[in-house]
């Protein structure tokens, strides 16, 4: 991906990129459709194993963004929390904070039972911060994307120091 403007603002600490990635609930899926772009909320899970990030979406069985991703398995991604606004003296002096996520990747749906099922463990993880199994019939029934991440950046804007 292209270098960072702000390069100050980013974020390479990984356990500072795991708070962003336990803590954003809610991650905005791009595609690209034909020759549109495509882009959709989501809750996501996470699992980030021997320095691999994997993304984990679950959805109903059918719909646009699982024709999208059958065509052209390309995403992009971006979340963010820790959102705080902030005033100052001139309109230029307000702002916002943030710690925000980015990522390249591709997608495929998952048929594997077995791997559903983690899948939804782990998406549920991340969304309540609590350990939930699942039935095969309760995994069956739902959608499950995973996305094999290739490359992420992460960014933090804190609060103005004047205002700290
Ligand atoms: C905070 C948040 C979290 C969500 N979490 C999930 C999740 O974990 N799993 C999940 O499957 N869905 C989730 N959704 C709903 C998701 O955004 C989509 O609505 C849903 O997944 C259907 O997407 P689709 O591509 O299959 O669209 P389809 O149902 O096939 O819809 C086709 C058309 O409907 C419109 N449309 C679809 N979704 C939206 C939308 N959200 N807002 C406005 N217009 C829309 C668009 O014009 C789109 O082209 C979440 C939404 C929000 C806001």
Same mark, same amino acid.
Do not use: W
């Given at each position: 991906m292209n270098?960072? %403007?702000?390069?100050?603002?980013?974020? %390479?600490d990984i356990n500072e990129i795991l708070k962003i990635l336990d803590n954003s609930k809610v991650l905005?899926? &791009?595609?690209? /459709?034909? /020759?549109?772009?495509y882009v959709v909320p989501m809750n996501y899970g996470y699992t980030y194993e021997n320095d691999k990030l994997t993304i984990w979406l679950h959805c109903a069985r059918q719909g646009r963004k699982l024709d999208v991703m059958r065509v052209? *398995?390309?995403? #992009? +991604?971006?979340m963010e929390y820790g959102i @705080? *606004? +902030?005033?100052? $003296?001139?309109?230029?002096?307000? &702002?916002?904070?943030?710690?925000s996520l980015m990522g390249r990747g591709t997608a495929e749906i998952? $048929? /594997?039972?077995? @791997?559903?099922?983690?899948?939804?463990s782990a998406l549920m993880k991340t969304q %309540? &911060?609590?350990? #939930?199994? #699942? $039935?095969?019939r309760m995994a069956e029934v739902v959608g499950v994307v995973r996305i094999d991440v290739i490359e #992420? @950046?992460?960014?933090?804007? *804190?609060? *103005?120091?004047?205002?700290?």
């Open positions: 270098g960072m %403007t702000r390069r100050e603002r980013q974020v %390479t905005h899926l &791009g595609l690209v /459709d034909g /020759d549109e772009p052209n *398995p390309k995403v #992009f +991604f971006e @705080t *606004p +902030f005033e100052g $003296e001139v309109a230029c002096k307000y &702002g916002i904070t943030y710690s998952i $048929e /594997d039972v077995e @791997t559903k099922k983690l899948a939804l %309540t &911060g609590k350990d #939930f199994q #699942f $039935e095969d #992420f @950046t992460a960014k933090h804007r *804190p609060l *103005p120091k004047e205002l700290r």
